[in-house]
């Protein structure tokens, strides 16, 4: 079994605290206080789709219509 660290101190004083939104662990650094999660999932947002919503921020359209139509979360935007 991996030992796990914290990703922005190196130490490995960690503790459990809670679960994200899919259930994955999260995890708490005693010494640094950073709170992370082992092997996270990252959406990589298209830049074609990067485009469309600038285009449409630009035109003041409400944030939750452009997360709506670009399946993007209002808190990227």
């Excluded at 991996?2 to 190196?10: H, V």
């Excluded at 899919?22 to 640094?32: E, F, V």
């Excluded at 950073?34 to 959406?43: I, L, S, T």
């Amino acid at each position: 079994m991996k030992m796990l660290s914290c990703p922005r101190c190196g130490s490995d004083h960690l503790v459990k605290n809670g679960r994200i939104h899919n259930g994955k662990q999260n995890h708490k650094c005693r010494a640094c206080g950073r709170q992370f999660v082992q092997n996270p999932q990252q959406k990589l947002i298209p830049p074609q789709t990067k485009e469309l919503i600038n285009k449409l921020l630009l035109e003041k359209l409400p944030l939750a219509g452009i997360a709506r139509v670009t399946d993007v979360s209002e808190t990227w935007l």
